[in-house]
């Protein structure tokens, strides 16, 4: 197939006016696909044109968050994406069968990103998130590669050894010159009854990420948000409808919205 076009992918080409956004963090269940599948839903309660890619390949969590039961529909060579909440959604866990863990080398991974971006119908789109998978790793490098113009919000908790790891995620866009747009504060404390704050995972870990990856970059990396830990958020995303919609005056619900207005 030396000798074959690469697929076109539509986000890629000049003149694109599709604002790509990747989600990245150094590690797993930091919230990293809660927060990409509330920004979705935010923006497009927004009035956007929204897509989501779940390229977390190893961690698929989206189609549950959305609640997507459904494969895409072939129609001719093109993928039509199911759309949840107004957002139309794509990801790895979709073409797979139930159950079954994917062991896929990076050239596949490229391959299966490649085809979501090329052979999917996102029609005209305002925004294309992507839940990348933790670390840093072949999927983010093929993002960068396949779109070069996307730009990174790193999620990170408020912990010492996560921001370490999530600095190190956000440091491959500086290599990749991938703008990083900023950092999200997940779990950042818990609100007790008595409305103290209670930091089960200590604090500072977004201020930092975004300081040192403002040092690393060169260019401002602010902290979007601080998101708290709430309870209402983890049941929203296990029932398929996100925080944003589910519980919009939950504290949570609030910041999440308040970053995805800021992108
Ligand atoms: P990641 O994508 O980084 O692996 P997830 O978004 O899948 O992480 O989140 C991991 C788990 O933690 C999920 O069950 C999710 O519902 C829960 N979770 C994420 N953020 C919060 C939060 N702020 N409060 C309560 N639960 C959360």
Same mark, same amino acid.
């Given at each position: 197939?030396?000798?074959?076009?690469?697929?076109?992918?539509?986000?890629?080409? /000049? @003149?694109?006016?599709?604002?790509? #956004?990747? *989600? &990245?963090?150094?590690?797993? !269940?930091?919230?990293?696909?809660? +927060? %990409?599948?509330?920004?979705?839903?935010?923006?497009?309660?927004?009035?956007?044109?929204?897509?989501?890619?779940?390229?977390?390949?190893?961690?698929?969590?989206?189609?549950?968050?959305?609640?997507?039961?459904?494969?895409?529909?072939?129609?001719?060579?093109?993928?039509?994406?199911?759309?949840?909440?107004?957002?139309?959604?794509?990801?790895?866990?979709?073409?797979?069968?139930?159950?079954?863990?994917?062991?896929?080398?990076?050239?596949?991974?490229?391959?299966?990103?490649?085809?979501?971006?090329?052979?999917?119908?996102?029609?005209?789109?305002?925004?294309?998130?992507?839940?990348?998978? /933790? @670390?840093?790793?072949?999927?983010? #490098?093929? *993002? &960068?590669?396949?779109?070069? !113009?996307?730009?990174?919000?790193? +999620? %990170?908790?408020?912990?010492?050894?996560?921001?370490?790891?999530?600095?190190?995620?956000?440091?491959?866009?500086?290599?990749?010159?991938?703008?990083?747009?900023?950092?999200?504060?997940?779990?950042?404390?818990?609100?007790?009854?008595?409305?103290?704050?209670?930091?089960?995972?200590?604090?500072?870990?977004?201020?930092?990420?975004?300081?040192?990856?403002?040092?690393?970059?060169?260019?401002?990396?602010?902290?979007?948000?601080?998101?708290?830990?709430?309870?209402?958020?983890?049941?929203?995303?296990?029932?398929?409808?996100?925080?944003?919609?589910?519980?919009?005056?939950?504290p949570a619900a609030v910041a999440l919205r308040a970053?995805?207005?800021?992108?």
């Amino acid at each position: 197939r030396g000798t074959d076009a690469e697929p076109q992918i539509p986000f890629a080409l /000049p @003149g694109s006016l599709t604002k790509v #956004i990747a *989600v &990245a963090s150094g590690k797993g !269940g930091v919230g990293k696909s809660t +927060v %990409t599948a509330n920004l979705a839903v935010a923006m497009a309660a927004d009035g956007l044109r929204v897509g989501v890619v779940d390229a977390d390949i190893y961690g698929f969590s989206i189609p549950r968050m959305l609640g997507v039961d459904r494969a895409p529909t072939k129609v001719d060579d093109m993928l039509l994406p199911p759309v949840a909440h107004d957002v139309k959604v794509v990801s790895i866990g979709m073409f797979v069968p139930a159950g079954q863990p994917v062991v896929w080398r990076g050239p596949m991974l490229h391959r299966a990103l490649q085809q979501f971006l090329a052979d999917v119908f996102w029609g005209d789109l305002d925004v294309l998130l992507l839940d990348l998978p /933790p @670390g840093t790793g072949d999927i983010a #490098i093929s *993002v &960068a590669q396949l779109l070069p !113009g996307s730009e990174i919000v790193v +999620v %990170t908790t408020p912990q010492v050894a996560a921001a370490e790891v999530a600095e190190r995620a956000g440091a491959v866009a500086a290599q990749t010159r991938q703008r990083v747009v900023g950092v999200v504060e997940n779990m950042a404390w818990l609100e007790q009854p008595d409305g103290s704050r209670l930091e089960l995972f200590g604090a500072g870990g977004g201020r930092r990420v975004a300081e040192n990856l403002t040092r690393l970059t060169g260019a401002d990396v602010p902290l979007l948000g601080q998101v708290p830990l709430d309870v209402e958020l983890r049941e929203a995303s296990d029932g398929g409808t996100p925080v944003v919609l589910a519980a919009p005056a939950s504290p949570a619900a609030v910041a999440l919205r308040a970053v995805a207005s800021t992108l």
